[in-house]
């Protein structure tokens, strides 16, 4: 059991998007008589409580009437505890009511205007400012006089937002719940709206947080058209609202930064009031920063790790990709799990390569050079010298590199990675899986090029002298594009060993099928390399010809045998060690030595194979790096400026 059982045991209420009266038949008709002074004259809408009528007055009174149909408790609670609230920005209640055969009913006042969620379905690409600034400054005036008089509402949604001639109203206040400083707990039962609702409410927690934190995805529906956490199943919504972090790359700062802490996990590091997150939206909406700049300024710079680096946009653009490759190398280095001695080996077999390859390398290089310098001059002169950055860049800058994060175990760490895994969508995945294929296929044709420039050494290129890599090539790019769908699917969840490696031996039975197909149609020679290995007597005639040359089947024993020895699943796991381990890719090779001396095939081939494959496989699959997983540390700035990112 996981620490996020009891949000995952609660029982929240389903989604209260009202329905269509197309869709579904009120209880009360057109002309029906209520409460023996109303007369509906038409059915509003059906939420997750009841439906809801317009009704006229015998005096004439415009009114809406609520029918009660589930829940009871709650709603007459919420209901009776805000009969007595006075604002312009909430909807009025009037009285609450009992028919002759004990049906309740909570007369209200009626709001002729659409509603937040129907406006928001004609803007798919959020409102402007100034519509930001009227909707959400309505809102947080009816939430914080509800906060002011001790209540929460508990279910704050664009459904429950209306526009009534200009004036912004909150409604629906069923929901609401008396709170005190000292009772915030005792909830047996979660409300509310699955997209709105905060990690703490299955816990039972429903403080005035519970609400800032719903004013902040919908401010992010305002500002991007969506909602920032979705899916195919509330369960997916949960996970993601308790684990996952907001997408703000879409949304315009400075709205990205009081998002951002409106969104913390944790309650204490969200806006202490709607009133301080109303003056932040405000600032933001004219372009501004509010009052408490400091918090908004760091909010804005806040990274997932205390080594982002600051880009400048300025820097010439071949300059400033070289950079950034070298920094992904220096990562890839550090995050090598190796002592010195190995590393050493390493650089040294690297070097070797380069003085090697010195007789294409240098001429390549000096190309490149001879190209580079006149471009680069000609731009400084054309461009001119950057100038110094600004004092609010300078700050900013500061900001970003202060150190905001602190670390957490790797097993905390994991643990919310693998949630995070298990919630992705369908469409994620394949997206992913189409971006590693794409990488792993570039990986392959370096590879190859890599080899045919050692190998080749001035000789004459013809068809059968490169047919032998194509063929490799061919075989690394099936291996990892299979190796790499099976991962995608198993990346969420540990399987058990045994199926799994029955699967992979099915892929090498498939794997070496095609092996076979398409050295036959290279018309490759079968007995390139495996001379040495015929001195063994015992071979099958069903896996080799009398000549001692394989057939199809010694070409799929010998690829099944390799896929189900190995835990190929490891090498597409997004929370392997590290990116690249050149132990994995030496185990493979030394893997497929072994059973070529049991069924042996073409060689080298077989060897470039089977590494070239955890080569092709590693660069291609996602990667987190666990030498970075942080999470903001709150104890490193005072309770007003505590706005990173929260527990990642």
Not at 129 to 135: L, Y
Not at 415 to 422: G, H, M, V
Request: with cysteine.
């Amino acid at each position: 059991m996981n620490t996020f059982d009891p949000l995952l045991q609660a029982s929240p209420q389903p989604e209260r998007h009202e329905t269509p009266v197309a869709n579904r038949r009120f209880t009360h008709p057109s002309g029906t008589r209520l409460l023996d002074r109303f007369v509906v004259q038409r059915g509003l809408g059906i939420g997750g409580f009841g439906e809801v009528y317009f009704a006229i007055s015998d005096a004439g009174k415009e009114v809406a009437i609520k029918q009660i149909q589930r829940n009871l408790d709650i709603e007459l609670r919420g209901v009776s505890q805000c009969l007595n609230l006075k604002h312009p920005n909430l909807v009025t209640l009037y009285d609450v009511c009992q028919d002759d055969i004990g049906q309740w009913y909570v007369v209200m006042e009626y709001v002729a205007g659409a509603n937040l969620r129907e406006q928001l379905d004609e803007h798919a690409k959020g409102f402007s400012d100034s519509e930001i600034r009227r909707w959400f400054d309505g809102l947080a005036a009816g939430v914080a006089h509800m906060h002011d008089e001790g209540l929460v509402h508990r279910d704050l949604k664009p459904g429950n937002l209306f526009d009534d001639r200009g004036v912004i109203k909150v409604g629906d206040c069923g929901l609401s719940k008396f709170i005190s400083e000292t009772r915030r707990g005792g909830q047996t039962e979660s409300v509310g709206t699955f997209h709105y609702m905060a990690p703490e409410v299955g816990r039972g927690e429903y403080g005035r947080e519970i609400d800032v934190y719903a004013l902040g995805v919908i401010l992010y529906e305002l500002v991007t058209g969506r909602l920032p956490f979705d899916g195919e199943t509330s369960h997916e919504i949960i996970i993601k609202h308790m684990t996952a972090e907001p997408d703000l790359t879409g949304v315009r700062q400075p709205y990205a930064a009081v998002i951002a802490r409106a969104l913390e996990k944790d309650p204490a590091a969200r806006w202490r009031n709607v009133s301080e997150m109303a003056a932040a939206v405000a600032g933001a909406a004219t372009r501004t920063l509010p009052i408490d700049a400091t918090v908004l300024t760091a909010t804005m710079v806040a990274s997932p790790s205390p080594q982002m680096p600051v880009v400048n946009p300025k820097q010439e653009p071949v300059a400033r990709a070289v950079a950034s490759s070298i920094s992904d190398i220096r990562s890839w280095w550090a995050g090598i799990h190796l002592t010195w001695f190995p590393k050493a080996v390493l650089l040294g077999l690297i070097v070797v390569g380069l003085i090697i390859n010195t007789r294409w390398l240098l001429p390549l290089l000096s190309v490149l050079g001879i190209v580079y310098v006149p471009y680069y001059l000609i731009r400084q002169m054309l461009i001119g010298p950057s100038p110094g950055v600004s004092y609010q860049e300078a700050r900013m800058h500061s900001l970003a590199r202060q150190n905001r994060y602190k670390p957490i175990s790797k097993k905390r760490w994991m643990q919310f990675k693998r949630i995070e895994l298990a919630s992705k969508r369908a469409s994620v995945q394949l997206a992913e899986l189409a971006g590693s294929w794409t990488a792993a296929t570039i990986a392959t044709i370096l590879m190859m090029v890599a080899a045919y420039l050692v190998t080749a050494r001035g000789e004459t290129t013809t068809a059968h002298a490169i047919a032998p890599l194509g063929w490799t090539a061919a075989m690394v790019l099936a291996t990892s594009m299979s190796i790499l769908a099976l991962g995608k699917l198993w990346e969420g969840r540990d399987g058990d060993p045994i199926r799994r490696r029955m699967a992979m031996l099915g892929i090498g039975g498939g794997l070496g099928a095609l092996a076979y197909a398409i050295a036959t149609f290279l018309l490759l020679d079968p007995s390139a390399g495996i001379t040495r290995w015929m001195h063994r007597p015992v071979l099958s005639s069903a896996l080799y010809d009398p000549g001692a040359m394989p057939r199809l089947g010694a070409y799929m024993v010998h690829f099944a045998l390799l896929m189900s020895v190995l835990r190929w699943w490891r090498t597409t796991d997004p929370l392997r060690s590290s990116r690249l381990s050149p132990w994995a890719i030496v185990l493979a090779a030394l893997v497929d030595f072994a059973i070529q001396r049991l069924v042996p095939i073409a060689q080298p081939a077989g060897m470039m194979i089977a590494a070239g494959s955890v080569i092709a496989i590693q660069i291609g699959a996602p990667w987190e790096n666990s030498n970075q997983r942080t999470e903001w540390d709150r104890s490193a700035t005072p309770a007003p400026a505590q706005v990173g990112r929260g527990t990642p």
